[in-house]
């Protein structure tokens, strides 16, 4: 059974850092790109950032690129997104999403459940 588990979200002041952990089980982890995906109150999905199975291939959303920087271990299946910089408009709910194969298609096939992040003083 695939499991994809979400931590280290919490409330942090803008200009704060945060980050991220998913932890993946039940699949060959280093054989299958995976996102980050957060949803804000009110709007829909957007992904942030996404990586290859190999981890040397990545992508960002113009929303956090040079800010946000994703990683993995293939060792420790897990799945990392280290924030830097936040603003109140990161707030939302970060999802830990994996694609059906190594690469970044349209639609995933498994999501984690979800950790919140919000930014405020």
């Known amino acids: 059974e695939v499991q994809l588990v979400e931590s280290g979200g919490g409330l942090v002041q803008p200009g704060g850092s945060l980050r991220l952990s998913c932890a993946a089980s039940?699949?060959?982890?280093?054989?299958?790109?995976m996102a980050w995906v957060r949803q804000a109150p009110g709007k829909g999905r957007e992904r942030v950032a996404a990586?290859?199975?190999?981890?040397?291939?990545?992508n960002y959303a113009d929303s956090v690129k040079g800010r946000y920087t994703i990683s993995r271990d293939n060792s420790k299946n897990t799945l990392y997104l280290q924030m830097n910089n936040l603003k109140p408009e990161d707030t939302a709910v970060y999802y830990c999403?994996?694609?059906?194969?190594?690469?970044?298609?349209?639609?995933?096939?498994?999501w984690g459940q979800g950790t919140q992040v919000t930014v405020s003083s």
């Open positions: 990586i290859k199975g190999g981890g040397f291939g990545t």
């Open positions: 999403a994996k694609y059906p194969e190594n690469y970044y298609s349209t639609n995933y096939d498994y």
């Open positions: 039940g699949f060959t982890f280093s054989l299958y790109a």
